[in-house]
């Protein structure tokens, strides 16, 4: 009973500071607007340019006062039924707790809102003076009253913190709640209000941080921008990282208190509120810290591409560079990721029932129609810009790319080609997209191979809309005879997983290893009457690597399962899975004839066997020819693994 009368009394203070709240925050936003409207309209502002004043401080400044007011308006009408408490509205108890708290933060927010805005109030001034010599008959708006920027970015960073103070009061508050879903929906205000934090401090506090050094007269090579990874310098980089894995983890925890909440489960809730509080506090400290150390990309050793001056070109440039380089090497980590933390997050049911459940809808949408055999779902204009932004992505993240012919006569457009590409290596993504290259244009005008890859990439979500917008089919006997009908000519990595598996052998043992054993892709050309041409690429093997490489188990878990396990590739700064400063080098041999058949029919074995062997004795010599100019391979030798 003892107990009993605490938690009472301990929900009655939390109810008294709650209405606190209320009774001095609703009223606080107009007086704090009217101090905006003091410090920034000059004493012989009319009326009606009192009520323009949202729309003269600029963008941001408007933004945040609609925000502010919008807020506070919907704060005030979930306020007034508390407040108005009578016997008659017949509320109940734990509704009464949801709106006051619901106001409460409400009307926190639409103040801090309303701050921002004074923060970032920056009149456009006009110098324009009439015809006449008289003043202009607007009144000059000025910010002069209000700190500098450098003293506004520091507030902004202390009001980010105050963000995850009163993140953590809400938690606080929710021990003594009695309903769960009052819990619930303070769990949730308490991750809004982190939320509007961490954006608070580093995107606005970042901004007024970067104008008051543009003030100072400093050389900025670039504006502020929220999205900007790797740039900035190592510290900022580091914190930046620090405080958005916070950030992360503190949504994570929230999310196991609403769970926690919803299934009536109470174990040690006490210690997972403080153990996110701190993480929120946490994550604050450390994003408010990397705003001061951001530093200029030209001096800044982390820019993997020197960036020009800031504009809406540049900014395009360098996304473009970022965009094809993410499309080709994250989707199967964020598949992987999405996967564990559901599981990590969600009880097993649940987690298998959304995935299950998803997944179904995903692959009965993209399904019909086959179009891993017929390339159905291409989509040419995303196929255009992708082969458009790929060179500059390549350039700047592998230092050159260049595609080079060692034949002497020109590949006939009307002719059947079958281009084998080797080493396979971990991420043998250079064979499909090596027919978009400018380079691979030039030399072969009228001539766009179908890449052929394996199947697993057309069960991989995300990484399977992208391969098949691209044009990338599955590799099949139909799927090859039906792409070399429809395009004339294919691209595939004939030596497979196989070859895959023995790609750690260019670190260990420096060796550049090249499977031979497969001849199905010989058999089918020669059916066909399509020449082979053999396609070497020299600097991919070395831009990414398996974390764990362990040869032995990857090779017998290959001939059990068929795929290689370990396989967790890495590349740039050891753990992510952009890939490692490498220049490639793309070198198409001259076509290899085949005898005549007629199409459709198998050839003889014979003819197979000296086919296969001329293509790979075709491989050997563009790599001992090319090697020696290859600086990265000067002492790694070929390997014909048996």
Request: one cysteine or more.
């Given at each position: 009973?003892?107990?009993?009368?605490?938690?009472?009394?301990?929900?009655?203070?939390?109810?008294?500071?709650?209405?606190?709240?209320?009774?001095?925050?609703?009223?606080?936003?107009?007086?704090?607007?009217?101090?905006?409207?003091?410090?920034?309209?000059?004493?012989?502002?009319?009326?009606?340019?009192?009520?323009?004043?949202?729309?003269?401080?600029?963008?941001?400044?408007?933004?945040?006062?609609?925000?502010?007011?919008?807020?506070?308006?919907?704060?005030?009408?979930?306020?007034?039924?508390?407040?108005?408490?009578?016997?008659?509205?017949?509320?109940?108890?734990?509704?009464?707790?949801?709106?006051?708290?619901?106001?409460?933060?409400?009307?926190?927010?639409?103040?801090?809102?309303?701050?921002?805005?004074?923060?970032?109030?920056?009149?456009?001034?006009?110098?324009?003076?009439?015809?006449?010599?008289?003043?202009?008959?607007?009144?000059?708006?000025?910010?002069?009253?209000?700190?500098?920027?450098?003293?506004?970015?520091?507030?902004?960073?202390?009001?980010?913190?105050?963000?995850?103070?009163?993140?953590?009061?809400?938690?606080?508050?929710?021990?003594?709640?009695?309903?769960?879903?009052?819990?619930?929906?303070?769990?949730?205000?308490?991750?809004?209000?982190?939320?509007?934090?961490?954006?608070?401090?580093?995107?606005?506090?970042?901004?007024?941080?970067?104008?008051?050094?543009?003030?100072?007269?400093?050389?900025?090579?670039?504006?502020?921008?929220?999205?900007?990874?790797?740039?900035?310098?190592?510290?900022?980089?580091?914190?930046?990282?620090?405080?958005?894995?916070?950030?992360?983890?503190?949504?994570?925890?929230?999310?196991?208190?609403?769970?926690?909440?919803?299934?009536?489960?109470?174990?040690?809730?006490?210690?997972?509120?403080?153990?996110?509080?701190?993480?929120?506090?946490?994550?604050?400290?450390?994003?408010?810290?990397?705003?001061?150390?951001?530093?200029?990309?030209?001096?800044?050793?982390?820019?993997?591409?020197?960036?020009?001056?800031?504009?809406?070109?540049?900014?395009?440039?360098?996304?473009?560079?970022?965009?094809?380089?993410?499309?080709?090497?994250?989707?199967?980590?964020?598949?992987?990721?999405?996967?564990?933390?559901?599981?990590?997050?969600?009880?097993?049911?649940?987690?298998?029932?959304?995935?299950?459940?998803?997944?179904?809808?995903?692959?009965?949408?993209?399904?019909?129609?086959?179009?891993?055999?017929?390339?159905?779902?291409?989509?040419?204009?995303?196929?255009?810009?992708?082969?458009?932004?790929?060179?500059?992505?390549?350039?700047?993240?592998?230092?050159?790319?260049?595609?080079?012919?060692?034949?002497?006569?020109?590949?006939?457009?009307?002719?059947?080609?079958?281009?084998?590409?080797?080493?396979?290596?971990?991420?043998?993504?250079?064979?499909?997209?090596?027919?978009?290259?400018?380079?691979?244009?030039?030399?072969?005008?009228?001539?766009?191979?179908?890449?052929?890859?394996?199947?697993?990439?057309?069960?991989?979500?995300?990484?399977r809309d992208f391969v098949s917008w691209c044009g990338v089919r599955q590799v099949a006997r139909r799927t090859f005879v039906r792409?070399?009908?429809?395009?004339?000519?294919?691209?595939?990595?004939?030596?497979?997983?196989?070859?895959?598996?023995?790609?750690?052998?260019?670190?260990?043992?420096?060796?550049?290893?090249?499977?031979?054993?497969?001849?199905?892709?010989?058999?089918?050309?020669?059916?066909?009457?399509?020449?082979?041409?053999?396609?070497?690429?020299?600097?991919?093997?070395?831009?990414?690597?398996?974390?764990?490489?362990?040869?032995?188990?990857?090779?017998?878990?290959?001939?059990?399962?068929?795929?290689?396990?370990?396989?967790?590739?890495?590349?740039?700064?050891?753990?992510?899975?952009?890939?490692?400063?490498?220049?490639?080098?793309?070198?198409?041999?001259?076509?290899?004839?085949?005898?005549?058949?007629?199409?459709?029919?198998?050839?003889?074995?014979?003819?197979?066997?000296?086919?296969?062997?001329?293509?790979?004795?075709?491989?050997?010599?563009?790599?001992?020819?090319?090697?020696?100019?290859?600086?990265?391979?000067?002492?790694?030798?070929?390997?014909?693994?048996?």
């Open positions: 009973m003892a107990g009993t009368g605490v938690l009472a009394q301990d929900s009655v203070t939390i109810a008294t500071l709650t209405f606190a709240a209320i009774y001095v925050f609703l009223p606080s936003l107009p007086v704090t607007h009217c101090l905006g409207l003091v410090a920034h309209c000059p004493s012989s502002a009319k009326a009606k340019h009192l009520l323009l004043y949202p729309f003269k401080g600029g963008r941001h400044h408007f933004i945040f006062q609609v925000i502010a007011w919008a807020i506070w308006v919907a704060a005030l009408a979930v306020a007034l039924p508390v407040a108005l408490h009578r016997r008659w509205l017949m509320i109940p108890h734990a509704h009464v707790e949801v709106l006051a708290g619901a106001a409460a933060i409400g009307s926190v927010i639409a103040e801090l809102f309303m701050i921002k805005s004074l923060v970032v109030f920056d009149p456009k001034i006009s110098t324009e003076v009439a015809t006449n010599g008289h003043e202009p008959a607007s009144p000059r708006y000025s910010r002069g009253r209000l700190p500098s920027k450098p003293l506004a970015a520091t507030a902004v960073i202390g009001m980010g913190l105050l963000w995850a103070a009163v993140a953590g009061a809400v938690l606080l508050a929710t021990e003594f709640l009695e309903n769960n879903v009052t819990k619930q929906l303070y769990f949730v205000l308490s991750g809004v209000c982190l939320l509007i934090g961490v954006t608070t401090t580093h995107g606005l506090g970042g901004q007024l941080r970067h104008a008051s050094a543009l003030e100072a007269g400093e050389e900025i090579s670039q504006q502020w921008r929220f999205f900007q990874p790797f740039q900035g310098g190592v510290v900022f980089a580091a914190t930046q990282a620090l405080g958005w894995g916070l950030f992360s983890g503190a949504l994570l925890c929230l999310t196991v208190l609403v769970i926690s909440a919803a299934r009536g489960m109470a174990y040690c809730i006490r210690c997972w509120i403080f153990a996110t509080g701190s993480v929120m506090l946490a994550s604050q400290l450390f994003l408010g810290v990397s705003i001061w150390m951001f530093k200029d990309d030209i001096k800044s050793g982390l820019n993997a591409v020197r960036q020009p001056r800031a504009t809406a070109a540049a900014a395009a440039r360098r996304s473009n560079i970022w965009f094809p380089i993410l499309m080709m090497y994250v989707p199967v980590h964020l598949w992987f990721f999405a996967l564990f933390s559901t599981f990590a997050v969600l009880p097993a049911s649940y987690a298998t029932a959304v995935w299950i459940g998803g997944s179904t809808i995903y692959y009965l949408s993209t399904v019909f129609g086959e179009p891993e055999h017929t390339g159905k779902r291409e989509w040419p204009a995303f196929r255009d810009w992708f082969a458009h932004n790929l060179a500059p992505a390549l350039d700047a993240w592998m230092g050159n790319v260049e595609v080079v012919y060692a034949g002497q006569e020109k590949l006939d457009p009307s002719s059947k080609y079958v281009f084998g590409y080797a080493p396979h290596g971990l991420f043998p993504i250079g064979g499909p997209y090596l027919p978009l290259l400018p380079g691979w244009k030039k030399l072969f005008p009228g001539i766009t191979p179908v890449p052929l890859v394996a199947s697993v990439l057309f069960f991989t979500p995300i990484i792409a070399l009908n429809d395009r004339g000519s294919v691209i595939l990595v004939p030596g497979g997983q196989a070859e895959l598996i023995h790609t750690g052998r260019l670190r260990s043992r420096k060796e550049f290893v090249i499977y031979p054993k497969h001849q199905g892709f010989v058999r089918l050309a020669m059916q066909q009457n399509a020449d082979l041409v053999p396609v070497l690429c020299l600097g991919e093997l070395s831009a990414l690597r398996n974390f764990v490489d362990l040869p032995g188990m990857q090779a017998w878990t290959y001939k059990k399962l068929g795929f290689p396990v370990p396989y967790l590739v890495v590349g740039r700064w050891g753990m992510t899975p952009f890939p490692s400063k490498a220049p490639l080098r793309f070198i198409v041999g001259a076509p290899i004839a085949v005898p005549s058949n007629p199409v459709g029919e198998q050839p003889r074995e014979a003819d197979v066997s000296a086919i296969h062997k001329q293509f790979y004795d075709a491989l050997e010599a563009l790599w001992h020819k090319h090697q020696p100019s290859y600086p990265d391979y000067s002492d790694v030798k070929l390997v014909m693994h048996d």
